[in-house]
């Protein structure tokens, strides 16, 4: 088993590199915001209890994230796990493959987290307006809590992962071939009910909170529209665009092979960060909530910023890597159109098509309500001039670096398995 996992780190080092930086950025902002939840004490009144609930969100948040990550990297290890639920192993091998390959890479992460976090806070207290105190022992026991049980949140995932696949490999061994009747071509074509309500009623979120955003006598309840156009527009996304590929399907798309394969990439896409975005939806309006309380506090003012700042870091590392796990699974489509005759500068475009649409269903179209929601509360004075250039900058700059890096992506990756014939015989 050992040998076993030597070759696999071996074969796999860049990706396990990419996770291993991908923890030590999240485990370190985990540290800082422990960091500064550590220095306020409850008994102080609410202004504390809010002082200590923005970090906590963020911590919280940073630990769901890591657990999305370790399922993300659960999904190039299937035909792994597969590998070594046939060769035989016992439950007692596959509790230290676990442990060694998943609990050793997370300590590693974690204790690297954990010295950039002093550094990155040192950084803080030279540059940031308000000194925070902190107690080491005290963040080092959280820091220690939260990791053990990312630990044992991990193991239970890892291994009920190794039950499903051992289930299935069962039952495809054990099933025995039944007499099949024949088979009616003739389907009969269901009346699609159920998505032209849940279109209607995702139109309707989206109306409402535009007008709920356009009138600034409800300014207090921004955050909650904010909720709304999300919600409709991952809706749309994810129930509305599928409905109208098959509608369309015949009468239009057939026609048009290039935007069929555009809609249905873009799909593919938002399924695939649907949950990222989900946690980005209700991140960015809890922290606007925060900012609207207008709390005169020079602690308040730094400990909302730098909260902000870091768990949107978070949300982009992790839309990195998501996409970084998902990549290899486009190289057999780009296989298969260069065998059905699609030249070079065809695919690349196709994919560039696909990057500029999910920027804008994904990253523009929000950010346009969010920086409508920002400067309506500025207009009520419920925001400062120089927040609302911070949270709206901030948030434009990521997600257009992230869309930059999803085109650079594809062109890579395009040119990479295009011209390698590798790819054609193994199909990788």
């Known amino acids: 088993m050992f040998d076993y996992l030597k070759k696999i780190i071996k074969s796999q080092w860049k990706m396990y590199s990419f996770l291993i930086l991908i923890l030590l950025c999240l485990s370190s902002f985990e540290f800082v915001l422990l960091c500064i939840y550590s220095c306020f004490e409850i008994n102080q009144g609410i202004d504390t209890i809010l002082l200590r609930f923005i970090p906590t969100l963020g911590v919280f948040a940073s630990m769901f994230l890591t657990l999305l990550m370790n399922n993300y990297f659960l999904e190039s290890k299937k035909e792994e796990f597969s590998i070594i639920l046939l060769s035989g192993c016992h439950n007692r091998e596959i509790i230290f493959y676990i442990i060694v390959q998943f609990g050793v890479l997370f300590l590693i992460g974690d204790f690297l987290g954990g010295v950039l976090g002093i550094g990155l806070m040192k950084i803080i207290n030279l540059y940031s307006k308000y000194y925070f105190y902190y107690i080491y022992d005290r963040v080092f026991c959280l820091y220690i809590a939260f990791f053990i049980c990312k630990i044992i949140y991990i193991y239970m995932i890892n291994f009920s992962q190794f039950i499903q ?11 025995h071939q039944q007499k099949t009747s024949k088979v009616s071509f003739k389907i009969k074509k269901q009346k699609p009910i159920k998505e032209i309500l849940i279109t209607i009623l995702a139109v309707l979120m989206i109306v409402f909170s535009l007008q709920g955003l356009f009138q600034i006598e409800n300014s207090t309840l921004l955050p909650i529209y904010f909720i709304f156009f999300l919600m409709g527009e991952l809706i749309l996304i994810n129930t509305t665009i599928p409905f109208m590929y098959d509608l369309l399907h015949d009468s239009y798309l057939l026609k048009n092979p290039k935007g069929l394969m555009v809609l249905s990439y873009v799909m593919n896409l938002s399924k695939v960060l649907g949950s990222i975005v989900y946690v980005l939806s209700v991140v960015v309006p809890v922290c606007l909530v925060v900012y609207f309380l207008k709390i005169n506090s020079l602690a308040y003012v730094s400990v909302s910023n730098i909260s902000y700042i870091m768990m949107l870091l978070m949300m982009f590392i992790c839309f990195i890597l ?24 065809e695919i690349q475009s196709i994919y560039r098509d696909v990057a500029v649409v999910f920027v804008l269903l994904i990253d523009i179209f929000p950010f346009i309500l969010y920086g409508t929601m920002l400067y309506l509360a500025y207009l009520q004075n419920q925001i400062t001039y120089n927040n609302m250039l911070l949270l709206s900058l901030s948030y434009l700059i990521l997600f257009l670096i992230y869309g930059c890096y999803i085109n650079y992506q594809y062109q890579k990756t395009i040119k990479e398995v295009y011209f390698n014939v590798k790819y054609i015989n193994r199909s990788e």
Do not use: C, N, W
Request: proline share 3%; net charge positive.
């Open 165 to 175: 696949i051992k289930m299935s490999i069962s039952d495809y061994l054990t099933h």
């Open 322 to 345: 998501r996409f970084q796990v998902y990549l290899p699974q486009i190289h057999q489509e780009i296989v298969v159109k260069k065998a059905l005759g699609f030249r070079l500068k």
